[in-house]
Nanobody, 124 residues
């Protein structure tokens, strides 16, 4: 089991930036894919980005392409989500996911471990 802790959320104005961090502990050797999801009030959990071991392969939701960048620091067992040009529609709770069991990267059911989330609020 992997334990995940997110940080870096906050409140910013539209056009601003935030960098989220997710630090993993436990069975991190199985983390060949980690992802970020978000959930706005009253909506389902939406995939934002995923990164495969080595950071060579990355996926992004169309809504964040060109604005968000996912990266990793293997020495720290940490992944990051750099969010630029933030929009009010980016508001939500952001979750880190690991323990990928296969399938499409954007399916939340494919991940066995989740953090508790960090809140991002973007005002217009």
């Amino acid at each position: 089991q992997v334990h995940l802790v997110e940080s870096g959320g906050g409140s910013v104005q539209a056009g601003g930036s935030l960098r989220l961090s997710c630090t993993a502990s436990g069975s991190t050797s199985t983390n060949y894919c980690m992802a970020w999801f978000r959930q706005a009030p009253g909506k389902g959990r939406e995939a934002v980005a995923a990164l495969y071991t080595g950071g060579i392969i990355k996926y992004y939701a169309d809504s964040v392409k060109g604005r968000f960048t996912m990266s990793q620091d293997n020495a720290k067992d940490t992944v990051y989500l750099q969010m630029n040009s933030l929009k009010p529609e980016d508001t939500g709770m952001y979750y880190c996911a690991a323990g990928f069991r296969g399938g499409n990267w954007f399916n939340a059911s494919g991940y066995s471990s989740w953090g508790r989330g960090t809140q991002v609020t973007v005002s217009s």
